[in-house]
C-alpha cells in the first residue's frame, strides 16, 4: 500500500529555536497533506490541510504563523513550529491523499516534539 | 457538532478471546464511519469503513456495523490474536475532515 514517512521520528529542542518536521509520500503523489496533533490520552486534532502549490487552509484555534505549512512538492510537505515553548511538546502526525485514491488517507508514524 | 467518543483503555485480552471497542458518535448529516489500526512504530492504518447505515465493514476477522439508531460503530473480533495488539481509532468523516475517538490500545497475551 502507500507509505508515507516522516522525519525526525523524535526531537528535543530548546524554548525559542524553530523545527521542522518533514513528510514524504514514498510512492504516489499526493495532491492533499494533512496535519493532526496528539495530546496524550486524547483525540488526533486536525491542524491544518494543504493542497500543493497552494496555502494551506488552517483549523480555528491554530496560529497559521506559529506552524509553518509547505506543500511545495507533489511528495513533500514541511511543517515548522517557529519559536517553539513547552506547551507545543506534542506528537505531530501527518496524512496524504491522492494518487487514483482520492478518499483515503495515508497517515506517516508521527513526530514527538519535546520542546525544553 | 462532530465527536468521537470510545471506551478508553487499555483493553487485555487473552489470545483468542472475543474483542469488543465501543465507539458512539455524534455527527450532523450521514457520516462515514471508520476504523484505524496503528501498530507500535507505524502510522494510523485504515482498517475498516461504512459508509451509510446498516453497513458492515469488516478486514482482517474484524467486523463493525453502522447504527444510525444508536449512533454507533462498534468494533469486534471473534479471536484475536497477539499480533492484532495495536491502538485503535474510531473515525467519522463529514465533508472533508476526519474526526478521531481518542484511541483505545488493545494487549493480547498469549
Same mark, same amino acid.
Given at each position: 500500500g502507500a507509505v508515507v514517512s516522516q522525519h525526525p521520528s523524535r526531537v528535543i529542542c530548546k524554548s525559542g529555536t524553530s523545527v521542522k518536521i518533514e513528510c514524504r509520500s514514498l510512492d504516489f503523489q499526493a495532491t492533499t497533506m494533512f496535519w493532526y496533533r496528539q495530546f496524550p490520552k486524547q483525540s488526533l486534532m486536525l491542524m491544518a490541510t494543504s493542497n500543493e502549490g497552494s496555502k494551506a487552509t488552517y483549523e480555528q484555534g491554530v496560529e497559521k504563523d506559529k506552524f509553518l505549512i509547505n506543500h @511545495?512538492?507533489?511528495t513533500l510537505s514541511t511543517l515548522t513550529v517557529t519559536? @517553539?515553548?513547552?506547551?507545543?511538546s506534542s506528537f505531530y502526525i501527518c496524512s496524504a491523499r491522492g494518487g487514483g485514491n482520492q478518499e483515503t488517507q495515508y497517515f506517516g508514524p508521527g513526530t514527538r516534539l519535546l520542546v525544553l | 457538532g462532530n465527536s468521537v467518543t470510545q471506551m478508553e483503555g487499555p483493553v487485555t485480552l487473552s489470545e483468542e478471546a472475543f474483542l469488543t471497542i465501543n465507539c458512539t458518535y455524534t455527527a450532523t448529516g450521514y457520516p462515514s464511519l471508520f476504523w484505524y489500526v496503528q501498530y507500535p512504530g507505524e502510522g494510523l492504518q485504515l482498517l475498516l469503513k461504512a459508509t451509510k447505515a446498516d453497513d458492515k465493514g469488516s478486514n482482517k476477522g474484524f467486523e463493525a456495523t453502522y447504527r444510525k439508531e444508536t449512533t454507533s460503530f462498534h468494533l469486534e473480533k471473534g479471536s484475536v490474536q497477539v499480533s492484532d495488539s495495536a491502538v485503535y481509532f474510531c473515525a467519522l468523516k463529514n465533508t472533508d475532515k476526519l474526526i478521531f475517538g481518542t484511541g483505545t490500545r488493545l494487549q493480547v497475551f498469549p
Open positions: @511545495a512538492s507533489l519559536s @517553539a515553548h513547552p506547551e507545543d | -
